[in-house]
């Protein structure tokens, strides 16, 4: 048994099982009213990902409880294009980014998940949220989504990348195909 086979045999996070049955809860009626259809529910020992999607649009609630990353946190993601890494990365924006351009003086960021008592409540603050402040992505309209989505990959470096040399050292360069 290699090394990364010990990350193979993780077991799904009990509490990330109860986020996501409450998170499917709280947001199937919404999604569904505007044509959403879940894609998927992945559930690890650290993470969980659901994914809505409507065509090229999607929806990922994503759930972060590993220790590296501290304090837990959960946050929901609106895309348009893949919903595979690096696409998504690039082709989506945390609708706590469309909160705070929507109301700057608003206290947005991702959603505390240091506790997973009453996690109803939060879930359903950010289902008012997604309303609020995702609604014209929900129906469709993709104006104020792309141009929150600009103005945050404007402000990020590209992706670093980093070669082997062949002698132990490592050359670092930028991808280029990346806006």
């Keep these: 048994m290699g090394l990364l086979d010990i990350f193979k045999k993780e077991k799904p996070s009990k509490d990330l099982k ?14 569904h009213g505007h044509s959403f259809k879940l894609l998927s529910k992945k559930v690890e020992q650290y993470f969980c990902t659901i994914i809505y999607i409507k065509g090229d649009k999607y929806i990922k609630i994503f759930a972060n409880i590993h220790w590296h990353d501290y304090p837990s946190y959960y946050t929901v993601i609106l895309g348009d294009g893949k919903t595979d890494w690096p696409d998504w990365d690039w082709n989506s924006v945390a609708l706590w980014h469309l909160k705070k351009h929507i109301d700057p003086s608003a ?25 609020k402040y995702g609604a014209d992505f929900l129906t469709g309209n993709l104006d104020l989504f792309k141009k929150v989505r600009a103005e945050v990959n404007q402000q990020r470096e590209p992706y670093k990348l980093h070669t082997p040399q062949g002698d132990g050292s490592y050359k670092t360069t930028y991808d280029k195909t990346r806006p």
């Design 18 to 31: 109860l986020f996501a049955d409450k998170t499917l809860e709280v947001f199937n009626e919404l999604m």
């Design 107 to 131: 206290n947005a960021k991702e959603y505390s998940l240091l506790k997973f008592d009453g996690i109803e409540y939060s879930l359903d603050n950010a289902r008012k949220e997604l309303e």
